[in-house]
């Protein structure tokens, strides 16, 4: 099977189920914090390594052997999937002023990073890539820069409501 094929549930989650249940959350979902310093650079590793996750994906092909990676990838991936279902439910539905504190949000300020983490490594487990989990670590540790910028942007935006969520809830899991 052709790695490709592996992003499609991806895909269709991130923005066919996203946008079924809520229209606006594809725009907020796009959205990226105003950027500072490394910030910047973080972004433009974000988004290459996002597209080299894709790219790559084109090249790859799944690998059945030996049976523990292959089934350790495929729960992996069952796993990021499930993870990823739950977060786009929970991130379509903010409180009134926008604010996500409610589903997998109580439990992590960044289910979806989570999600994108899980999801992808079980592609690299399915194809036994490690250029494939070169990408994913550059995507997640990036992401992290990215994830600072937002978590600034919600201290000014939401205030002291922002500051006791992040007292009681964790980044990630």
């Known amino acids: 099977m052709i790695g490709i094929l592996l ?4 895909f269709l989650i991130r923005f066919g189920l996203l946008f079924f249940l809520n229209k606006g959350a594809i725009k907020r979902a796009g959205h990226f914090a105003p950027l500072e310093n490394n910030e910047k650079a973080a972004y433009w590793v974000y988004q290459s390594s996002n597209a080299a996750i894709v790219i790559s994906l084109f090249f790859l092909e799944l690998q059945v052997a030996p049976p ?4 350790a990838g495929a729960i992996t991936y069952a796993l990021g999937t499930m993870l990823l279902i739950a977060a786009v439910v929970s991130f379509a539905a903010p409180s009134e002023n926008g604010m996500n504190k409610s589903g997998l949000y109580r439990l992590s ?3 979806m990073y989570a999600a994108y983490f899980l999801y992808f490594m079980g592609c ?13 670590l550059a995507f997640q540790i990036s992401a992290h820069w990215i994830i600072l910028a937002e978590e600034r942007w919600c201290v000014r935006k939401f ?14 899991f």
């Open 68 to 71: 523990v990676l292959f089934y």
């Open 159 to 172: 205030g002291s409501e922002y500051l006791e969520y992040i007292g009681r809830v964790r980044r990630y």
């Open 7 to 10: 992003l499609i549930p991806f």
């Open 124 to 136: 690299v487990l399915l194809t036994q890539s490690l250029l494939l989990l070169g990408f994913v």
């Open 109 to 111: 300020r960044n289910p």
